[in-house]
């Protein structure tokens, strides 16, 4: 089993940024994709990020690409979401998540079985 905890959320101005830190416990760590997603009121949660267990492959959604970097540390059992340049549409709650390592990383949220609590980011205008 793998469990989750996010940190690293918060309030920023547009333009500025965010460094998101999942960190999990668990034998299993190194073993699994994992996957940042975020939900924002009202809306179904998307997805942002997934990175392949050994942190070969990644995949954005397109909205992300070139201002969002997914990263992982597996001897500190951490994954990462650095974001730049962030805009108020990123607000929402950010979930990690860790799911089955398929080559390429799953995107969506029924290939994942490990979920954290989940933390803020607010990017104001």
């Known amino acids: 089993q793998v469990q989750l905890v996010e940190s690293g959320g918060g309030l920023v101005q547009a333009g500025g940024s965010l460094r998101l830190s999942c960190a999990a416990s668990?034998?299993?760590?190194?073993?699994?994709?994992m996957g940042w997603f975020r939900q924002a009121p009202g809306k179904e949660r998307e997805f942002v990020a997934t990175?392949?267990?050994?942190?070969?492959?990644?995949s954005y959604e397109d909205s992300v690409k070139g201002r969002f970097t997914i990263s992982r540390d597996n001897a500190k059992n951490t994954v990462f979401l650095q974001m730049n340049n962030l805009k108020p549409e990123d607000t929402a709650v950010y979930y990690c998540?860790?799911?089955?390592?398929?080559?390429?990383?799953?995107?969506?949220?029924?290939?994942?079985?490990?979920w954290g609590q989940g933390t803020q980011v607010t990017v104001s205008s």
């Open positions: 668990g034998r299993t760590f190194s073993g699994y994709a």
């Open positions: 990175i392949s267990a050994v942190g070969l492959y990644t």
């Open positions: 998540a860790a799911g089955r390592n398929t080559i390429p990383p799953p995107r969506v949220t029924s290939e994942y079985n490990y």
